[in-house]
C-alpha cells in the first residue's frame, strides 16, 4: 500500500474545493493505481472555528503490472549480485590444493544449481500473469531464500 497527501488547500469558494478534487482524480486518473483503499481529509480551522483549509490523504495499492515489475527487477538485481558472488568464488578454486578443490568445486556446482533454479523462476515469473504470477513469485522467492542462504554460508566460510 502507499499513500498521496495533497498539499494544502485553502478555500474560500466551493469552486477551489472542486480544484482540490481534481488534483485527486488527476492522480488517480495517471495510472499504476489498482484500487483506492480509503481517502481521509484533514481540515484546518481559522480562528473563529471556520474550515478555512484540507489537506487529503489517499490510501491506494498500485497495478499489478507496476508491482510486478518492481518485484521482477528487485530480484533480477539480487540474482545478478549472488552471481557476482558466486563466480568470485569460483574464481578462488585455481588459488588452492587439489583436495580443497574438490570440495569448493561441489559447493559451486551446488550454488550454481541454485541459480539456475532462481533464474528459471524468474523467467516464469515474467511470462506470468495474474493468479498464476502470485503462484510463481512465491516459488521464485523460496528459490532465491534458498539461493542467498547458500551464498551466504559460502561467504562466512571463506572469511573464516
Excluded: C, P
Excluded at 81 to 90: A, D, G, L, N, P
Aim: no cysteine; hydrophobic share 35%.
Amino acid at each position: 500500500m502507499k499513500t498521496f497527501t495533497s498539499q494544502l488547500k485553502i478555500f474560500h469558494t466551493r469552486n477551489e474545493l472542486l480544484e482540490l478534487d481534481q488534483v485527486v482524480n488527476g492522480f488517480i486518473a495517471s495510472g499504476g493505481i489498482r484500487k483506492v483503499i480509503s481517502v481521509s481529509d484533514s481540515i484546518t480551522s481559522g480562528e473563529k472555528g471556520e474550515a478555512i483549509g484540507i489537506i487529503r490523504v489517499i490510501t491506494y495499492e498500485e497495478s499489478g503490472e507496476k508491482s510486478k515489475e518492481k518485484v521482477l527487477v528487485k530480484m533480477e538485481k539480487k540474482l545478478k549480485v549472488w552471481s557476482s558472488e558466486i563466480e568470485k568464488f569460483r574464481g578462488k578454486t585455481d588459488k588452492i590444493g587439489t583436495k580443497a578443490r574438490g570440495k569448493i568445486q561441489n559447493q559451486a556446482e551446488d550454488l550454481r544449481a541454485k541459480q539456475e533454479l532462481a533464474r528459471q523462476k524468474l523467467q516464469e515469473m515474467k511470462k506470468a500473469g495474474g493468479e498464476a504470477w502470485e503462484d510463481l513469485r512465491a516459488g521464485a522467492e523460496v528459490a532465491m531464500d534458498d539461493l542467498r542462504k547458500a551464498v551466504e554460508k559460502v561467504i562466512k566460510k571463506r572469511e573464516k
